[in-house]
């Protein structure tokens, strides 16, 4: 087979294969990047595998990194470019189901393609878009299947966070897993426990964004992967609840720890542990915690104008994106005017200052400062008072007098 029309991706980096070929050694395309040419979807790296060994790489090219060089992997930088050309390798065996440990360089293609995780990932093209495909990738790529190569249980066996990146392309490319695969995936589940949570929640993430998360999801339920994942051993009927929402592609990350945190059921204080767990930032908590906030107020009631300041414009409309998995109407246009005419829009824009009131009190700094300044920002903010210094002042010295 043979692309009629070869993405600009690979054209930019075609002089860097064939100034590999024009030494001796066998330069291909491979992995991902082939996969999505072949179902016309966007390309994002473009990965190149050779025969010649990393020395041979840097003798060819001037500009190089050592990127991963122990496993085969030097980065070339060409002009604004950057390709990563991993030598052609077969791996050991897997004693932590992580890493190799051994990685030999050898000069066969097939023998490095046969060591790849599933068949539509095992395919390469030459320069001039012939597709080499060795494992039948094509006709699963045709019958939207995601099939190990070779035998599923050694592939398992060699790296288990493969069970999570199939999955994860079921939920991306909405295809099925291939039998064997699945049943392979359901005996080696719990080596899942010897897998960096980093790694899983890469995986996990991608898959709860992708184009039929429920595609993946079932099978990730099914296979018990889940109880291998952080904080959801015991939620295998709310991950069934999560499925049950309208298949809706997520847009963010944070709108799809929120949806699955609510499904949940977790209470506020158990919010950022359960993130923790799966090694969240905590700006990611922050926002998944602002977002959630945001869905409970806004699926009981319209907002208010405090909620609207609290929260910001983004975190706003993006909780109004989320009514659509509760069969709630959004009303983008509305909170956005709404938000735009509130009088402020940050504590920064107060027309007074906590060093104001300090000065105007004369009064040493405690509780009552952050107290009023709260109670001024909440006064503005519902338009009970104009954003005035001098007013503000008149404000703040009503309070303290009535206290």
Not at 235 to 260: D, S, V
Not at 290 to 303: A, K
Not at 393 to 402: P, Q, T, V
Request: charged share 30%; net charge negative; with cysteine.
């Amino acid at each position: 087979m043979k692309l009629e029309i070869i993405p600009d991706e690979f054209t930019r980096a075609a002089s860097v294969l064939k100034e590999i070929q024009a030494h001796g050694f066998e330069a291909y395309f491979v992995g991902g990047s082939v996969r999505d040419a072949l179902l016309k979807q966007s390309i994002h790296d473009v990965d190149i595998a050779t025969s010649a060994y990393p020395e041979e790489i840097k003798q060819i090219f001037h500009r190089t990194i050592d990127v991963g060089i122990d496993h085969g992997t030097v980065l070339v930088l060409d002009g604004e470019e950057q390709y990563e050309i991993t030598t052609f390798r077969t791996e050991s065996t897997y004693q932590d189901f992580r890493r190799p440990d051994t990685v030999t360089f050898v000069r066969s293609l097939k023998e490095d393609l046969k060591r790849r995780d599933f068949t539509i990932n095992a395919l390469a093209m030459n320069v001039d878009g012939e597709i080499i495909d060795l494992f039948d990738g094509i006709a699963d790529l045709e019958r939207q299947v995601i099939r190990a190569v070779g035998n599923p249980k050694e592939r398992f066996h060699e790296d288990a966070l493969r069970m999570m990146r199939g999955l994860r392309f079921a939920s991306q490319l909405n295809f099925t897993i291939e039998e064997n695969t699945l049943l392979a995936i359901e005996e080696f589940h719990p080596l899942l426990g010897k897998i960096s949570v980093e790694r899983i929640a890469v995986e996990f993430i991608k898959l709860l964004l992708g184009k039929n998360r429920q595609a993946a999801l079932l099978p990730f339920i099914e296979t018990n992967c889940y109880q291998y994942c952080p904080g959801l051993k015991y939620f295998g009927e709310a991950l069934f609840n999560f499925i049950e929402l309208p298949n809706k592609q997520i847009e963010l990350e944070n709108q799809a720890w929120a949806l699955l945190i609510k499904t949940m059921r977790l209470k506020e204080n158990e919010i950022r542990s359960f993130l923790k767990s799966w090694k969240q930032s905590n700006q990611m908590i922050q926002e998944v915690q602002q977002l959630i906030y945001g869905l409970n107020r806004r699926l009981l009631e319209d907002w208010q104008v405090m909620d609207l300041f609290d929260l910001g414009i983004d975190a706003a409309l993006s909780v109004e994106k989320l009514l659509f998995y509760y069969g709630q109407k959004s009303k983008l246009e509305e909170v956005k005017e709404r938000y735009l005419s509130l009088p402020i829009h940050d504590r920064k824009q107060l027309a007074v200052t906590g060093y104001d009131l300090l000065n105007y009190f004369d009064k040493k700094p405690g509780k009552w400062l952050g107290d009023m300044i709260e109670k001024l920002e909440t006064a503005v903010v519902n338009s009970q008072i104009k954003n005035d210094k001098e007013l503000l002042l008149a404000y703040a010295k009503e309070r303290i007098d009535e206290e």
